[in-house]
Each structure stands twice: as structure tokens, then as C-alpha cells.
């Protein structure tokens, strides 16, 4: 059983920067793609970024390209989404999930593939 514990998280003025990590425990994180979601209030969960086991693949939702980078190090067992230019819009709670069974990048698009998730973290923006 992994567990996924975010943190990063906080407020921060509009195009302003954070680094959200999500530490795993219970499992090597080489074993999994790992992705980011967020679910601002009154919306549904929306996916923002994966990267595939060994970080050589990644995907991004279009409102965030050029913006976020997601990255890891399996060394450590953690993956990270740096996020820049932030915008109001993108005030959420980020959450990250680990999938043992999403084998491309653009399958890692969808909440369903992923085993694992963690607890979350609120990003406020404020403009």
C-alpha cells in the first residue's frame, strides 16, 4: 500500500511561483507514473500533469503548459510540480496520484487509471 503525502501548498500573489512535492512511502515511486489533479470549489477534479515511471515522458493540460513543470526523483521516492505565472484560476487543491497501470502518458490524463492518491494541498492565488 503507498501512501501520498503532498505539501508545497499556500497563498501566493498572481504570478507568483510554488513548488508542490508529493513524498511516497510504502512502495518505490519507479514503479508507478505519478500525476497531478486539481478540483477547484464547485467544479469537478481536472487533471493538470503526469509523468511516466522514469520521467521521460510528460503531458500537461493546456491551461498549464509553459507554466508547470512536473518532475520526479525516484531516489527520493517524490515527485514535484513546479508552478509558475500563477494565475487566479489556478486556486485548487492539487492533488497527486500514483498508477502502476498507466502505461503512455495520454492514458494518464484520467483519474481512473491511477491506485494511489494523496490527501491533497489548497493553492490560493490571489489576484
Known amino acids: 500500500q503507498v501512501q501520498l503525502v503532498e505539501s508545497g501548498g499556500g497563498l501566493v500573489q498572481a504570478g507568483g511561483s510554488l513548488r508542490l512535492s508529493c513524498a511516497a512511502s510504502?512502495?518505490?515511486?519507479?514503479?508507478?507514473?505519478m500525476g497531478w489533479f486539481r478540483q477547484a470549489p464547485g467544479k469537478d477534479r481536472e487533471f493538470v500533469a503526469t509523468i511516466a515511471k522514469s520521467g521521460g515522458g510528460t503531458y500537461y493540460v493546456d491551461s498549464v503548459k509553459g507554466r508547470f513543470t512536473i518532475s520526479r526523483d525516484n531516489a527520493k521516492n517524490t515527485a514535484y510540480l513546479q508552478m509558475r505565472s500563477l494565475k487566479s484560476e489556478d486556486t485548487a487543491v492539487y492533488y497527486c496520484a500514483a498508477g502502476q497501470k498507466v502505461t503512455t502518458v495520454l492514458s494518464g490524463r484520467f483519474g481512473a487509471a491511477y491506485d494511489y492518491w494523496g490527501q491533497g494541498t489548497q493553492v490560493t492565488v490571489s489576484s
Open positions: 510504502g512502495g518505490a515511486l519507479s514503479r508507478y507514473a
